[in-house]
C-alpha cells in the first residue's frame, strides 16, 4: 500500500509517496518518491492578494503531474493540502474548486491551527513526556505549540513566514505579538524547555552544521548564519549547492527560530526532519485503521 502527502506552501509545492510497511506491532513508512517545486505563490498573495494567472496554470500544470506520478505509483490515498499563501489569496477557493473540476483531486485549504495539528501528530511519535517548544516556521506563517506530557498545551499560528519576510509585509506588531505569546506561556513551564523546530531551513541549517546528531544550540546555528551571510546569493546556489528559492530566505526564516528559541530562553534546537507530510501519513494511516506506526525510517529532508 502507498500514500502521497501533497503540501501547496508558500514558497514551495511538494509531494512525498510513501510504502506502507507492516511490522509485528506496528507500521512504519519509506520514501519511495519525492518531488518539490518552487510555487512560490507567497510572491503573488503577500503583496497583491491574490494568485496570478500565471501562477494558477503552474499549479493546474504541476498538480497533473503529481496526479500522474500518483497513477503511476498505484496510489492508494492521498491528503492534498494547501497553507497559508492559498488560504490569504482571495481566490484561493477558486482555484480549489477548479483543481477539483479538471483533475478531480481535492485541494483542502487549510488553517495555521489545522496545520499545528496535522504537524503535531507526527511530532507526538518522537517526543517523550519532558516539556517541548514545537516551532514550525514556513514561507507564509509560523505555528508554535507548548508539549507537556505528549500533549499539545497551547498552540498558535502567526503570520510571519520566510516569504512574508522576504517580501517586508511582516509589521512590528506582528513580532512584538509573537513573542508575548512565547514569553506569557511559557513563563512557568518547569523544567527547562527543549525546542523541536520543523521546516525546510532549519532542516538545511543543520545540515550547512555537519553536525552527525540532530540537534542544534544557539550559537551553532549563528555560526552557520554567520558564515552563510557572507554569500552572496549567487555562491549560495553555486557553492554551498542550495536551491534558490532556498538561498534568499534561509537567513530570514531561520532568524525567527533564533528569536523564538531566545524569547523562550531555549539554548537547543531538535531537528527531526519532520513536517506536514508526516502528520498526513498518520492521518491517512488512521483512516485505514492501519494501527499504531513508528518513525525509524525517518531522515533529515528537504521537506
Same mark, same amino acid.
Given at each position: ?5 501533497? *503540501? ?10 510513501? $510504502? ?8 512504519? =513508512? ?6 518539490? =517545486? ?13 494568485? $496570478? ?52 483531486? *481535492? ?39 507548548? =508539549? ?9 499560528? =502567526? ?26 506561556? +511559557? ?25 552527525? $546528531? ?35 530566505? +534561509? ?53
Amino acid at each position: 500500500m502507498k500514500f502521497a502527502a501533497i *503540501d501547496i506552501g508558500s514558497n514551495a509545492a511538494r509531494m512525498q509517496i510513501s $510504502s506502507v510497511l507492516k511490522h509485528p506491532d506496528s507500521i512504519s =513508512f519509506k520514501k519511495v518518491e519525492y518531488v518539490r =517545486f518552487p510555487l512560490r505563490l507567497g510572491l503573488d498573495v503577500f503583496k497583491k492578494g491574490y494568485i $496570478s494567472s500565471a501562477k494558477e496554470t503552474e499549479i493546474l500544470k504541476l498538480l497533473q503531474a503529481y496526479k500522474l506520478l500518483m497513477e503511476l505509483h498505484q496510489v492508494e490515498d492521498y491528503m492534498l493540502l494547501a497553507t497559508s499563501a492559498m488560504r490569504d489569496a482571495q481566490n484561493g477557493k477558486e482555484i480549489a474548486r477548479r483543481v477539483k473540476k479538471e483533475l478531480d483531486l *481535492d485541494l483542502q485549504i487549510i488553517s495555521g491551527d489545522q496545520e499545528s495539528e496535522i504537524v503535531n501528530k507526527g511530532i507526538l511519535r518522537i517526543i517523550d513526556d519532558k516539556n517541548y517548544l514545537h516551532i514550525d516556521v514556513g514561507g507564509g506563517s509560523t505555528e508554535i505549540t507548548l =508539549f507537556s506530557q505528549k500533549k499539545p498545551i497551547v498552540s498558535k499560528s =502567526f503570520e510571519v513566514g520566510s516569504v512574508r519576510l522576504l517580501e517586508k509585509t511582516v509589521s512590528d506588531e506582528m513580532w512584538k505579538a509573537m513573542q508575548h505569546w512565547v514569553e506569557k506561556n +511559557i513563563k512557568d513551564v518547569v523544567p527547562k524547555l527543549t525546542a523541536v523546530g520543523i521546516g525546510g531551513n532549519i532542516n538545511k541549517i543543520l545540515e550547512l552544521s555537519k553536525k552527525k $546528531s540532530k540537534s542544534l544550540t544557539i550559537k551553532e546555528i549563528e555560526e552557520v548564519v554567520q558564515k552563510i551571510s557572507k554569500y552572496s546569493l549567487e555562491e549560495l546556489v553555486n557553492e554551498l549547492e542550495l536551491n534558490p528559492d532556498r538561498a534568499d530566505i +534561509i537567513v530570514p526564516a531561520t532568524n525567527v527560530y533564533l528569536s523564538v528559541m531566545k524569547w523562550a530562553k531555549i539554548k537547543e534546537i531538535l531537528v527531526p526532519g519532520l513536517g506536514l507530510k508526516d502528520g498526513i501519513m498518520e492521518i491517512l494511516a488512521e483512516k485505514h485503521h492501519l494501527g499504531k506506526t513508528t518513525y525509524q525510517n525517518i531522515t533529515v529532508g528537504e521537506w
